[in-house]
Structures are given as C-alpha cells and as structure tokens.
C-alpha cells in the first residue's frame, strides 16, 4: 500500500509541526475553557457555601439564645427575686442579680417583662423594649430577630413561674450585626447587603448604600459593578424582616478571565514560533533522532508522560530531544507535588491538627449521609459528647503543653474503646463527640462509660507530674423517622442536656437524655420485623 505522506522530510516535517501547532492550540483553548469553566463554578460554589455558612452560624446563635434564656426562666434565685420585686415593688435587688450574678452571658441585653407588660429590670434598654414593642406575636417561649436602623436583634423569650404562677418573661438580645460583621472578616472578597423594598439601607460597602437592588438569577449591578449574590435565610422568623444577601463582585473575575485569555493566546503565538524555529533548524534532520523524537511526541500527545533517558548531545535535534525530556521529567515531578499537596489539603480540611480526630466540616458533610443510611437499615443514631472536667485548672497549673498532651492522650482513648465504623469528632476545646449507628439503644452509654472508666484509669506524666483527668459523658439517640431539617441540631441540643445534667450531678459520670420509651418501642417493631423475615 502505497504511503500518503510525502516522500521528502521537509514536507513529513512541515505537516508534523502543523499537527503540533494543531494540537497545541486545541490543548490551550480546551484549558483555557476548562479553567474557564471551573473558575466560575468554584466562585459559584465559594458564594453558595459562605451564604449556607452564615445560616449555619444564625442558626447555632439562635439555639445557644434559646438555651441561654431558658436556664435563666429556670434559676431559682431570679424567680425567687422577681416574685419578691412583683409583691413588694422593689425591683433593685433582681437587678442586681442580673447584672452580678448572670454577667457571664455573652454580649447580652437582659430584660424581665411582668405579666402585665411592664418592665421589671433593666429599665434603661430603651432599645431592646422598643423593638419587643414592635413585635406583633407573642414574644413567649420563642427566638426571633429584629432589624432596627443599622442593627440586627437576635431576641429570645422565655416565661418565667414560680409555684406554677407564671410571674413574666425573661427577654434576652443580642447584636447579630456585629457577629456577621466578624465572620464577614473571615471570607475575603465579599460583601453583605442588607436590602428593603429593593434598596439597600446596609452594607459592608458603605458606597452601595441607597443603591437599587433587584436581582435576577442571582445576579445584580451595583454602581459599575456586576454582583453574584446568594440570599441569607434567617431560621425559624416568620415576621417581615429585610433581606440579608451575601455577594461577590465579577468584573475582577472577568478581568482576571480576559487576562487569561491573552496570556493563552500570548502562550499559542510563542508555542507556535517556537516549533516553527525548531522545524526549521532540525529541516536536516536525520532519520534516527527524528523517529526517536516523534515517538516521544506522540505519547505525549496521548496524554501520557513517558520515562525519557537523556542521550549524548551530538546535534541540535539531539538537544531538543534532552531539553523535551528534562520537561517531562520535570512535569511529572511537578504532577506528583501537586498530587500529593492536594490530598494533605483535603485531609486537612476535614481533620483536627492537634489530635487528627475529624472537627464540624466533616461532620456536617458526613451528617446527611449517616441518616440516609440509618433510614435505610432501619437503625439508629446515637451520639455521645465527652467534655473533660476541670481542664482549665489541668491548662492553669501544669501549662498549655499538659493540657495539649491531655486532649492527644484522651483522643487515643476514645478511638481505642470505639469501633472501627465510628466516627469521632473534636467540636473544640475539650469536647468530643461519637456518632455510631447501632440497633441497641443501651450500647451508647455502654461505650460512654467504658470511656468514663477507661480516662480514670489513664495517667498523664509531663514533666515529672503525674495527672489524672476525667471525663463527663452526655448520650442520646434519634430514630430514622426523625425531623431531617433540624435532626443534626436536636440531637446534639439533647445530647448536650444530658451532658449539662453530668457536670452538674457532680462530674466524672455519664448521663443519658430520656428518650428511652421511643428507642425500646423502635428496638421491639425492629426485632418484630426480622422475626417476621
């Protein structure tokens, strides 16, 4: 069969550094476009997931606002105060209590309410009794914000009794603004807007106050620039509130694409004269080096980057052939670097440094799929959060390195006495969860006092002292039918009750939240079904 190639190396030569230039310029545009691609969808994503972050941490604000109020409608010293105030007129000593005994409260606005609207304590918070006067609904036993000028409220309700007599509402706020401002400091190159009746009255940019708002697909022009924006849903508010959206400008990214581009376009002119030149100079040519060469673009071509030994400098084509191997070489060094900084990034990601235990990213990502399966296998969910008592005077009297040692050691424990299809967390500070999924609704606090005893048993050595450490363990249990919107929040909220129950019972024992009625019902409709199978 007669070749269709041309006879001479000149043409061959010709119609090869035309397929490379070719091959060349769709590699560039089809990285050009991908790079494309995928920068749009990673800031895409970087927005989505801040905007869902910023929920997450209204959300957890909310719950720590409802628990903050409820343990002070419980304390028995503000009811035994505030029926004192209620029957004798003589409200300063609730005051007093409120500001000494309750200052602990973080950044709080504190306001008790009597029965008959009346404020009892704390008269001065004109701003805070200003915007419960503006809340239309019952402000009872309830979580709700409030917007006010420049100022988001997160305001919490809670009835107070004693002797069955309710006597009024506990009413704490806090300044969310602030918050968001602090977490916004944490995402670069973004903003929040703050918008009413499609204006914005606040933003992180204060030149884009007063600025028309109306997005379409998530898209909006402010002054000379163009937004993508994602919307900020506040949890559990019913009342008309203004909007809170979070955005990044696009015309940087746009520039930074267009610039991109010329630099692409910049790349295919140099690749292409570069292989002209090399064409030219190698138009001699000679049949071995060639063929060796050729062979060598071709796997390349194919994607794949060959082992190339260098071979004696005897003519250009020669060097043109160590100077391709010595960039495979590199490529392939380079590949293997990138290859291995990305799966230290990604374990990172999900990983406590300290003790190598996962922390909350990944037990929001794995969360979702936990259920899934325990709803398909009919089983449930069981969580323990293990909090080590006194670590602070551990951390106060033998140094920051003995409280380091003390939470490494106590993750040995924990991964040590559980199983291997567990998952162990460190929430932060000296707090630890386990999240299993089991059939047994007793098997939870079976492992949580293996821990308790296992941590009694272990000694700390550092620095020639000897410690010892225990450990308070909450336990609770959800079942497959469970709520799936709130499910991850109301099962640590009861397994944080059952720990709170624990530090206060006198510390160094486990305490389990009392759900045990629903969990036996779920254990005996289980084993009814398997012995039906």
């Known amino acids: 069969m007669k070749s269709i190639l041309p006879r001479t190396y000149r043409s061959r030569l010709i119609i090869y550094a035309l397929l490379l230039i070719s091959f060349l310029a769709a590699t560039l545009i089809y990285s050009f476009q991908y790079a494309r691609n995928r920068i749009l969808e990673e800031s895409n994503a970087y927005l989505s997931n801040a905007a869902r972050i910023y929920q997450l941490e209204l959300e957890e604000h909310r719950a720590e606002q409802l628990n903050y109020v409820r343990l002070l409608s419980q304390e028995t010293r503000l009811q035994e105060y505030l029926y004192l105030a209620l029957t004798q007129g003589d409200h300063k000593p609730l005051q007093r209590l409120l500001n000494q005994t309750f200052s602990w409260l973080p950044a709080m606005q504190r306001l008790v309410i009597g029965r008959d609207g009346q404020i009892i304590s704390d008269e001065n918070n004109s701003l805070l009794a200003h915007q419960l006067s503006n809340q239309p609904a019952s402000t009872s036993g309830a979580a709700f914000f409030q917007f006010d000028k420049d100022t988001l409220t997160l305001i919490a309700t809670e009835p107070v009794y004693y002797r069955g007599q309710r006597l009024g509402t506990m009413v704490l706020g806090r300044n969310i603004t602030q918050s968001l401002s602090r977490w916004h400091e944490k995402i670069a190159d973004s903003d929040l807007f703050v918008v009413d009746n499609k204006r914005v009255i606040f933003s992180t940019k204060s030149a884009l106050i007063g600025a028309n708002f109306s997005p379409e697909n998530n898209h909006v022009s402010l002054g000379t620039d163009i937004y993508r924006v994602f919307k900020i849903k506040l949890p559990n508010n019913n009342h008309h509130l203004p909007e809170i959206w979070h955005g990044a400008t696009e015309t940087r990214l746009i520039q930074t694409l267009i610039h991109q581009g010329q630099r692409t376009l910049l790349l295919l002119v140099i690749g292409i004269c570069v292989i002209l030149i090399a064409g030219f100079v190698v138009i001699r040519g000679f049949n071995k080096p060639l063929n060796r060469l050729l062979a060598m673009t071709h796997e390349v071509t194919e994607g794949q980057l060959p082992k190339v030994e260098c071979i004696p400098t005897h003519t250009e084509l020669d060097v043109l052939y160590n100077n391709f191997a010595d960039m495979i070489e590199a490529l392939r060094d380079k590949q293997n670097e ?196």
């Open 338 to 533: 990138i290859n291995r900084v990305q799966q230290e990034l990604q374990m990172s990601a999900i990983t406590d440094t300290l003790t190598g235990l996962y922390n909350r990213r990944h037990l929001i990502d794995i969360f979702p799929k936990l259920q899934a399966q325990a709803r398909r296998d009919n089983r449930i969910i069981t969580a323990i959060i293990c909090d080590l008592d006194h670590f602070k005077q551990l951390n106060d009297r033998y140094g920051h390195l003995a409280g380091d040692q003390a939470l490494r050691d106590f993750a040995k424990i924990l991964t040590s006495q559980s199983r291997g299809n567990d998952f162990i967390y460190r929430l932060g500070g000296e707090e630890f969860l386990i999240l299993s999924l089991s059939s047994d609704p007793h098997g939870a606090a079976t492992l949580a006092e293996k821990i308790r005893s296992a941590t009694c048993e272990h000694l700390i050595t550092h620095k020639g002292h000897i410690i010892n450490m225990t450990v308070s363990c909450g336990v609770s249990s959800m079942l497959p039918t469970d709520d799936a919107e709130h499910s991850l929040n109301n099962l640590l909220t009861r397994t944080d009750r059952a720990l709170y129950q624990a530090k206060q019972s006198g510390r160094n024992q486990v305490r389990v939240y009392n759900n045990v009625e629903d969990l036996s019902s779920f254990q005996k409709r289980s084993e009814d079904m398997r012995s039906a199978l």
